[in-house]
C-alpha cells in the first residue's frame, strides 16, 4: 500500500504527498523544531486514493551554532 524507495528517498515530504495531507506532518514537524526535542506520531497519509498509516520519528537538525534548523526522521509504514 505505501510507496517505494525510489519514489521517497531524498525528498522532501511535501514532494510526495498533497498538500491537504500534510498538516499533520507539518505539524510534527514544526513541534520537533519549537521544543528542539526528538517525537514520534502515527498518522494517516493518503497514498493512491488509499489511507495508510505510518509511524514517523523526528529528531532536530542543529547548526554549529546551537539553533535548531531542521528536522530530520524516518518513516514506517505500520498499516499492515
Known amino acids: ?3 517505494g524507495k525510489k519514489m521517497v ?12 495531507d500534510m498538516a499533520e506532518l507539518a505539524e510534527l514537524q514544526q513541534a520537533v523544531i519549537d521544543a ?8 494517516r497519509l493518503k497514498v493512491s486514493n488509499e489511507w495508510v ?3 514517523v520519528i523526528m529528531e532536530p537538525l542543529w547548526n554549529a551554532e546551537g539553533r535548531v ?3 530530520t526522521g524516518a ?3 505500520v498499516s499492515r
Not at 37 to 43: G, L, N, S, T, V
Request: aromatic fraction near 4%; avoid cysteine; glycine fraction near 12%.
Open 1 to 3: 500500500a505505501g510507496l
Open 9 to 20: 528517498l531524498g525528498k522532501r515530504s511535501d514532494e510526495i504527498h498533497a498538500p491537504a
Open 36 to 43: 528542539g526535542k526528538a517525537a514520534q506520531r502515527e498518522i
Open 53 to 55: 498509516r505510518y509511524l
Open 69 to 71: 534548523t531542521g528536522v
Open 75 to 77: 518513516v514506517v509504514e
